[in-house]
């Protein structure tokens, strides 16, 4: 009912689009999507680094594609991150836990290197610090964290929420 009137009103310039996580503020923050994106990048890399084909245009159409998927997965970080750090951290938090600008520069940074290259070692790292912003957020919650291996490839270490007890 309302689609039309927001479609001419949208088009002539009358409303201006945006988006946010969510500036109401909601409350509802997790790190994980994050974590879930750099292991993908992990998991990107290993295909591309595995890549094997005796047609040049299939492992060319691997490549493009792991490389397209890479990049989005790093900026989701970012994003993700991003929000978290900008809109969850109070001043109060950020007294107690001084090193949390230190730690989001690091994962901007490492998410960049990630994008730039398909260094294992980019995403390993990028796992590392994810995974110590993850510790840190539920700290921040009083919520007690503990470390296991995602139950999908690469299998690498995960910080997760220890909930329910």
């Given at each position: 009912m309302?689609?039309?009137?927001?479609?001419?009103?949208?088009?002539?310039?009358?409303i201006?689009?945006a988006?946010?996580?969510?500036d109401?503020?909601?409350?509802?923050?997790?790190?994980?999507?994050?974590?879930i994106?750099?292991?993908?990048?992990?998991?990107?890399?290993?295909?591309?680094h595995e890549?094997?084909?005796?047609?040049?245009?299939?492992?060319?159409?691997l490549?493009?594609?792991?490389a397209?998927?890479?990049?989005?997965?790093?900026?989701?970080?970012?994003t993700?991150?991003?929000?978290?750090w900008?809109?969850y951290?109070?001043?109060a938090?950020?007294e107690q836990?001084?090193?949390v600008?230190?730690?989001?520069?690091?994962i901007?940074?490492?998410?960049?290197?990630?994008?730039?290259?398909?260094?294992?070692?980019?995403?390993?790292?990028?796992v590392e610090?994810?995974?110590?912003?993850?510790?840190?957020?539920?700290?921040?919650?009083?919520v007690?964290?503990y470390?296991?291996?995602?139950?999908?490839?690469?299998?690498?270490?995960?910080?997760?929420?220890?909930?329910?007890?």
């Amino acid at each position: 009912m309302f689609a039309p009137l927001y479609t001419s009103l949208k088009s002539r310039g009358l409303i201006v689009e945006a988006s946010a996580h969510c500036d109401i503020p909601c409350g509802i923050y997790d790190p994980h999507p994050a974590q879930i994106g750099a292991v993908t990048i992990v998991r990107l890399m290993d295909i591309m680094h595995e890549g094997a084909s005796d047609n040049p245009v299939a492992l060319a159409n691997l490549h493009a594609r792991c490389a397209l998927r890479k990049e989005e997965e790093a900026e989701k970080i970012k994003t993700e991150i991003r929000v978290i750090w900008g809109d969850y951290f109070k001043p109060a938090m950020v007294e107690q836990h001084p090193q949390v600008h230190e730690l989001v520069h690091a994962i901007m940074a490492a998410g960049s290197a990630c994008k730039q290259d398909v260094h294992r070692e980019d995403g390993l790292k990028l796992v590392e610090l994810v995974n110590e912003f993850a510790a840190l957020f539920w700290q921040t919650k009083g919520v007690p964290t503990y470390t296991a291996p995602c139950p999908y490839p690469p299998k690498l270490d995960l910080v997760y929420p220890k909930l329910g007890g």
